[in-house]
């Protein structure tokens, strides 16, 4: 099993270290899900009451099913008035039944674009989509026009995002420049804001939007006046003079993932363009509003990076159905069991009385381990919540250091020092010397295989400095070979032929919980080799319950508080003959 601490911060260090990772998809999943459920209900209910007065509300304009002509332009520029261009039309259609289920309110077109130069090189195009009664037109000059009759709306079909610097990380060694030039296959974006304390301009890259998803939403609701609730405000089209409101035009991006998006650059000679024009029932476009809302509260809290909510959509759109939704309801265990690991751990190192049995050096690996990862967390600029949440994790660990050594500070020297000493309870038998003998030959093939991985690092990989090297190198190790930590208590438990000092409540809330990532290992998108990470935990906890059932419980051995099996028996029965003495005497 991974390291507590590495566990906790898997995902992050994996995209620190180019190496993806879905580790924490199941908490976010949950979360997402119940912060977009909340906020519909809590518009539902506390939205402002409906007046008596039928007066008092703003209604819509059009009725259902009233038929619609629709005009779809492509054009550079943002204001739309050239309305006899038949070069910048490039949809048109005709008596679409509005609000109206069924497949006469659905169409689509496939179509090639072909970008102008300007465009190529960091230009704007905007879709310019207009809807009107059918017979009327939408050009404000025909004199059939109509201005309670005509709706429309504009939106962007390039977005620009800054480019990712590769200026930050360069190769130790001063590899060739070829190398260093090269560009990766698939362009990184980078939306945070470190990139304004760079030196330099920002490098912005124009990217198409290959899917344009036109929905007209299904909303007859009266509103008061001037009391429209919020969630739908900022969207409600209303007419100046009747107080009413036009149909809602909503461009559908939600499913539009950002690796879909193609690059705009001088070689590009055409780009595909799916349009589609349908309904959208009112639940389901609160729904999606809701859920990108939520994101942002995640990305400004710090609990999600950015990328991630598109990982959290390809689940939904790629993954089966039925194995998801066993995930979402396993998720919500998978937060149950590991608090109940968490406190179980804590209580049995605070109750604990005697290391017989127990790695000690254990322990302090997996200290150094979390310290290495906060450290690695540390200079890639991480979010508070995860940087928070590996901090706590090293303290706790180095408590348990606390509760498995003597801890003391030696001033002999101009400097105070802290001094490790063993408890007797560990140095007094056997453990300490089985911990002593696992750990000299595990190092051994622990410290060859960091030799290895720091030199591939070194060789291959860009890094900041010599300091990320060694911190990305290390936490490469911990992530990859954390697993080897685990190797010293299974020796003392072959060699001592015990299992009884262990935490097993704590060890099975932890199996259960590796379960669950080999349910998300299938389910989420993750490279090889996290996916081995997890089984690898699954091979560690099955030796463990064949040692369980190997080893049979030994009475005559003290358990984690002091006590053995034979000193429960004594003092039960000496309590019962005291109690038969005090019966006689009354």
Request: some cysteine.
């Amino acid at each position: 099993m991974a390291p507590p601490a590495a566990a906790a911060a898997e995902g992050q260090v994996q995209r620190g270290q180019q190496q993806g990772g879905g580790g924490g998809f199941g908490q976010s999943i949950t979360g997402i899900i119940r912060i977009a459920v909340f906020w519909y209900f809590a518009s539902k209910f506390f939205s402002p009451k409906k007046p008596s007065d039928p007066t008092q509300l703003s209604t819509n304009l059009f009725q259902k099913a009233e038929p619609l002509d629709m005009w779809l332009y492509l054009s550079e520029r943002e204001k739309f008035n050239e309305f006899s261009s038949e070069r910048e039309l490039v949809w048109h259609e005709t008596n679409i039944p509005y609000a109206l289920w069924g497949p006469e309110s659905t169409r689509s077109l496939s179509m090639k674009y072909y970008p102008s130069e300007a465009l190529k090189h960091n230009g704007s195009l905007y879709a310019h989509v207009f809807f009107a009664r059918s017979g009327y037109p939408p050009d404000p000059s025909d004199p059939e026009y109509q201005p309670l009759a005509v709706f429309g709306k504009t939106h962007s079909i390039v977005t620009h995002l800054p480019k990712s610097k590769a200026g930050k990380k360069r190769s130790l060694l001063g590899g060739s420049k070829d190398s260093d030039e090269k560009e990766p296959l698939i362009e990184v974006v980078d939306d945070t804001q470190g990139d304004s304390e760079d030196n330099g301009p920002v490098e912005w890259v124009s990217y198409w939007k290959p899917n344009i998803t036109i929905n007209l939403v299904d909303d007859f609701t009266g509103y008061p006046h001037n009391a429209v609730p919020p969630n739908v405000a900022p969207y409600l089209n209303l007419e100046p003079s009747t107080g009413n409101y036009f149909p809602t035009i909503f461009f559908n991006e939600f499913w539009l993932l950002r690796d879909k998006m193609i690059a705009i650059n001088e070689t590009v000679k055409e780009l595909a363009l799916n349009l589609e024009v349908g309904p959208i029932s009112m639940t389901k476009w609160q729904l999606f509003l809701q859920i990108d809302q939520s994101f942002q509260i995640h990305r400004s809290y710090g609990s999600m990076l950015e990328g991630e909510a598109d990982e959290l959509k390809r689940v939904f759109l790629e993954g089966n159905p039925y194995l998801l939704g066993i995930t979402m309801v396993v998720s919500l265990l998978h937060s149950v069991f590991d608090f109940l690991a968490f406190k179980n751990d804590i209580q049995f190192w605070n109750k604990n009385k005697s290391m017989e049995g127990l790695s000690a050096k254990s322990v302090i690996v997996s200290f150094i381990c979390q310290l290495i990862v906060f450290l690695y967390l540390l200079d890639n600029e991480t979010s508070w919540m995860i940087l928070a949440s590996s901090g706590i994790g090293c303290c706790i660990e180095f408590w348990k250091i606390g509760k498995a050594m003597h801890i003391e500070i030696d001033r002999t020297g101009r400097i105070p020092m802290l001094r490790f000493r063993d408890r007797e309870s560990y140095a007094g038998n056997k453990t300490k010397e089985y911990d002593d003998m696992a750990m000299k030959y595990l190092s051994y093939v622990l410290f060859f295989l960091v030799a290895c991985s720091s030199v591939y690092s070194l060789k291959y990989e860009r890094h900041k400095s010599w300091y990320s090297w060694i911190l990305s190198s290390l936490t490469s190790c911990v992530y990859m070979f954390g697993f080897i930590m685990m190797c010293p208590q299974l020796f003392i438990n072959y060699k001592l032929k015990s299992v009884a000092h262990l935490p097993w409540r704590q060890m099975t809330y932890k199996f259960l919980n590796t379960i669950i990532d080999d349910l998300f290992a299938f389910v989420i998108k993750m490279p090889i080799l996290h996916r081995l990470s997890v089984f690898r935990d699954d091979v560690i906890f099955l030796i463990y319950v064949y040692q369980r059932w190997k080893y049979p419980v030994d009475k005559k051995r003290v358990n984690e508080f002091g006590f053995s099996g034979d000193d429960e028996v004594t003092e039960g029965a000496v309590d019962t003959a005291v109690k038969e003495e005090e019966k006689k005497t009354n």
